[in-house]
């Protein structure tokens, strides 16, 4: 059965306590966690045991990538997950910490941004950049963790020919309908028809489209953007849904009223 989280870093905690005081008082005792600070933060050591003592369960984790800069469309596309030459290392160092926490954790998915990946299957970048998510990929399985690639980088079609290349069972797809109308890269609907093979797990988010080519779409509250949840929740396919809000000054509220129009829709939803 389907279960309904919410992304940690949606709600900005301080520590594992307030993380567990905001989940519970949502009526969400679920959770995708941001992985790095419990392998870089001292605030967050031992979170996970402290979660799922408090009644939390962890339904993923995230893995972030350094240097990335998500300031304009223009500067994630250089920056954006296993694209940098520059950071490179220091993101597969993240990755082992990563894997190994999830491993010792009985974590079982993790998902992150693979970065723009080139559209022309000719593009040598193309090739650097699958060769570098073989090689987290493998490490991830070789610890019983499988990955899922967020979406709206690039296109659904780019999306598919790049998981077909890269031929690793153990790497599915987060699908963030948001992220394909913040990103311009086309309709959810189509985008999670086209996908749905490798879905693991999908983000509720919402967003309306930029006006202006080469520039970033608005996040939304749920229910005020461009998503028709009426059609696409019925395509989720029975995995896990994740409320992400990162805008507005009101995240509980918004996460309170992406969980009803969810709850409402879905209704056999835990």
């Not at 220091?90 to 910490?97: E, P, R, S, V």
């Not at 967020?150 to 992220?179: H, I, K, M, W, Y």
């Not at 913040?182 to 983000?203: C, F, K, N, S, T």
Request: net charge negative; charged share 25%; glycine share 10%.
């Amino acid at each position: 059965m389907a279960k309904l989280a919410v992304c940690s870093w949606s709600l900005r905690p301080a520590s594992p306590a307030e993380l567990i005081k905001r989940l519970v008082s949502l009526g969400i005792p679920r959770v995708q966690l941001a992985l790095i600070p419990c392998v870089e933060e001292a605030a967050w050591e031992g979170a996970i045991a402290e979660l799922r003592a408090g009644g939390i369960e962890i339904v993923s984790g995230m893995l972030a990538m350094a240097g990335e800069d998500y300031s304009t469309l223009a500067s994630i596309a250089q920056t954006g997950g296993v694209r940098s030459d520059r950071h490179w290392g220091c993101n597969l160092d993240c990755a082992f910490a990563t894997a190994d926490l999830a491993e010792r954790s009985g974590i079982s998915l993790v998902s992150f941004h693979a970065g723009f990946l080139p559209h022309p299957p000719s593009d040598p970048l193309r090739a650097t950049m699958l060769d570098r998510l073989r090689t987290i990929a493998d490490l991830f399985a070789s610890r019983g963790v499988a990955l899922a690639l967020e979406t709206g980088q690039e296109s659904a079609t780019t999306l598919v020919e790049a998981l077909t290349e890269l031929d690793r069972p153990s790497v599915g797809v987060n699908f963030d309908p948001a992220n394909m109308i913040l990103y311009g890269m086309g309709d959810p609907i189509e985008a999670i028809e086209r996908l749905a093979p490798w879905v693991r797990q999908v983000h509720i988010k919402d967003a309306i489209g930029s006006r202006e080519p080469g520039t970033w779409g608005t996040e939304t509250p749920v229910g005020k953007g461009s998503v028709k949840w009426r059609e696409f929740l019925p395509r989720t396919a029975g995995v896990d849904l994740v409320i992400e809000r990162e805008g507005g000054s009101c995240r509980d509220e918004d996460i309170l009223a992406a969980r009803d129009l969810v709850r409402g829709l879905v209704p056999t939803l835990s």
